[in-house]
């Protein structure tokens, strides 16, 4: 897998065509690695320009991810997914969410599925089982997770025939998750660290006033300032070195370009890398509110802080 991919949520603000204008130009660029979500409305349109740049399929890395609504219906979401993509197969199909509550796209963090539910084992592993038929049609070659903690993926692990080779999870310098990162690699899961920029144009719908911001860090900015790169890039360049995959969204030439070129260039200094190490502020920034499936809880109660699965 490519150690930077581009992702593709264009935020509920840019356009199916601005995000698959990007991708064009991103792989032209250079990047061989996209991070796609059916849910993300656009991939009948990325698929085109992914087939304009005449970049032969076996020099790309594709991942796609199967929506909440569509637990029950893996082998059918993959296959639209795959048409809408114009591919034969996927390199990586996660599931996006473990909870399989369906919410409108864009609905307010307050609303409430009727139909919310927790994580029930059970339900997730038939929906796993139909992941790894996926891999045995040869739809995907390889199959993972999303917004997974460790309780969660102690289950799996224990029950899965094909084990999830990645696990797709907020990292950015404000939000480490040292305990799960540790966890996943210690398992032979790969981390794709998703928001690697602390996210600053998601939608004002998963944004809270304790929120921090991570290109205004001192330390990031220090360092930036220091090595003449933008605070973006010091973001990418920890991201790749402490050994996770950052999917960071851009459609803006200039900065998707010097997300990608800032590889290029001296790694940080073990001095920087510790520096960095010392700002987590376990700042989560998607915090999965709408996935809530009994009133007066908390978001913290999605990701299992106690260590124990939450009903
Ligand atoms: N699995 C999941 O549940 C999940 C959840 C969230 C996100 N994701 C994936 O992760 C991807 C990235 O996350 P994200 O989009 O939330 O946040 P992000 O990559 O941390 O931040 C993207 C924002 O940063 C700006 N930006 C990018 N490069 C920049 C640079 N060099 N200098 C200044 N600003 C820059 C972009 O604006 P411009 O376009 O103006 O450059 C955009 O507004 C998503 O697109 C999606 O593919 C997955």
């Known amino acids: 897998m490519p150690a930077i991919g581009l992702g593709t949520f264009g935020s509920d603000h840019v356009s199916a065509d601005e995000v698959a204008t ?38 790309l890395w594709i991942t796609s991810k199967l929506w909440n ?19 034969e197969q996927l390199d990586m199909y996660l599931v996006h969410w473990p909870f399989p509550n369906f919410h409108p796209p864009g609905c307010s963090v307050d609303s409430r599925s009727p139909d919310a ?18 891999v045995d049609l040869g739809l995907t070659r390889h199959i993972g997770t999303s917004n997974m903690t460790i309780p969660k993926l102690e289950l799996l692990l224990r029950d899965a025939r094909i084990k999830p080779a990645v696990n797709e999870m907020e990292l950015h310098p404000h939000f480490q998750q040292p305990e799960l990162f540790d966890y996943v690699r210690a398992n032979g899961i790969e981390p794709i660290g998703y928001s690697p920029l602390g996210s600053p144009g998601r939608p004002e719908r998963d944004r809270t006033p304790d929120d921090t911001v991570d290109v205004e860090d001192p330390v ?38 010097a997300n990608l070129e800032c590889l290029k260039s001296e790694p940080l200094s073990d001095a920087d890398m510790q520096a960095i190490a010392g700002i987590d502020k376990r700042c989560r920034l998607i ?18 802080p106690d260590g124990v699965i939450k009903t």
Not at 69 to 87: P, Q
Not at 120 to 133: G, L, Y
């Open 22 to 59: 990007a991708v064009k130009g991103a792989i032209h660029a250079g990047y061989r690695h996209l991070d796609c979500a059916s849910v993300y409305g656009n991939e009948h349109r990325i698929g085109p320009a992914i087939q304009q740049t005449g970049i032969p399929r076996e020099q």
């Open 69 to 87: 609504d569509m637990h029950s219906r893996v082998i059918e979401s993959c296959r639209k997914t795959l048409a809408d993509l114009k591919l």
């Open 117 to 134: 539910s927790p994580y029930i084992h059970a339900n997730f592993m038939k929906t796993w089982r139909e992941m790894e038929k996926l």
């Open 220 to 257: 990031i900015v220090e360092i930036a300032q220091r090595l003449g790169i933008q605070p973006a890039a010091a973001c990418i360049k920890w991201a790749v070195q402490r050994g996770q995959t950052p999917i960071p969204f851009s459609v803006k030439p200039k900065n998707y370009i």
């Open 287 to 304: 915090k999965g509110q709408v996935f809530l499936w009994k009133d007066n809880q908390s978001w913290e109660d999605l990701w299992d």
